[in-house]
């Protein structure tokens, strides 16, 4: 109801998305006047890997952004004390308080564009890659969320957290390639310290039927590990919380 007072908004997501979309294909169009696989990726894996970008930033712009960012807010203004004194539990309560339904725009963008690219695969999506790609959409999603609420939990200790969050949305850019492309010590940062690899090239690679079970259980195992440390650090963040009504 929030949203839709606005809706002007939806015109201006539009717009922004189809820009974003715009300026990607043109960049793709501009690598392969130039060559014609990229590290062993063909055009259509990569569109893949571009409509799995779009389609992971739609999801954190519906819900894991606003949310994480409404947190951040509620420390530093102690008012966090409405969603830690109802009968629930907190964590879950502060991760669904808002939901931006306009962002919606770039996960139908996105779902598009995956779709298109597994057309222009031509051979097809098996069982084995349909259901690899959606475990590891879901454990994206999980990876991302995981993330974004230890990033916010720093707001306990940290006053001015904004910086940071505007530097992870720099850094998602880098997504909008497989992350094999980069060197080394870059592969690792994109992999464990801003996990892309994860949410973006794993689910790629599975829907290209690149993804072997092995990687998989390597993502399962991640999820559960960042999901445990982001838990941690909201239990421990708490303990430092001083309320509006402390």
């Known amino acids: 109801m929030n949203e839709l007072q606005y809706r002007v908004n939806f015109v201006l997501q539009i717009f922004h998305s189809f ?12 690598v392969f006047s130039h060559t014609t696989a990229l590290r062993g990726w063909t055009r259509p894996e990569l569109l893949a890997v571009m409509g799995v970008h779009i389609l992971m930033g739609g999801l ?5 952004q606003p949310n994480m960012s409404r947190l951040m807010e509620d420390v530093r203004q102690g008012t966090l004390d409405y969603a830690l004194t109802k009968p629930e539990d907190a964590q ?9 339904i306009w962002k919606v725009v770039d996960v139908l963008i996105g779902a598009i564009l995956l779709a298109v690219a597994v057309v222009q695969l031509q051979r097809g999506v098996g069982f084995w890659d349909a259901f690899a790609f959606a475990v590891a959409l879901v454990l994206g999603g999980l990876i991302i969320y995981s993330f974004w609420l230890a990033l916010a939990c720093l707001a306990f200790w940290v006053v001015r957290i904004w910086e940071t969050v505007e ?21 690792i940062g994109l992999t464990f310290l801003v996990p892309l690899a994860f949410a973006i090239t794993v689910p790629a690679r ?18 559960v590990v960042i999901l445990a440390l982001a838990r941690w650090l909201w239990t421990v963040g708490l303990h430092r919380y001083s309320g509006a009504s402390a």
Not at 60 to 64: A, K, L
């Open 60 to 64: 954190i712009g519906v819900s894991i």
């Open 19 to 30: 820009l974003a979309l715009g300026v990607g294909l043109a960049v793709l169009g501009l």
């Open 167 to 187: 530097l992870f949305e720099g850094v998602y850019q880098a997504g909008r390639w497989p992350v094999g492309i980069y060197p080394g010590w870059l592969r």
């Open 206 to 223: 599975a829907v290209t039927s690149r993804l072997g079970a092995s990687s998989l259980l390597a993502a399962a195992i991640f999820t």
């Open 92 to 100: 879950v309560l502060v991760s669904v308080r808002e939901v931006r």
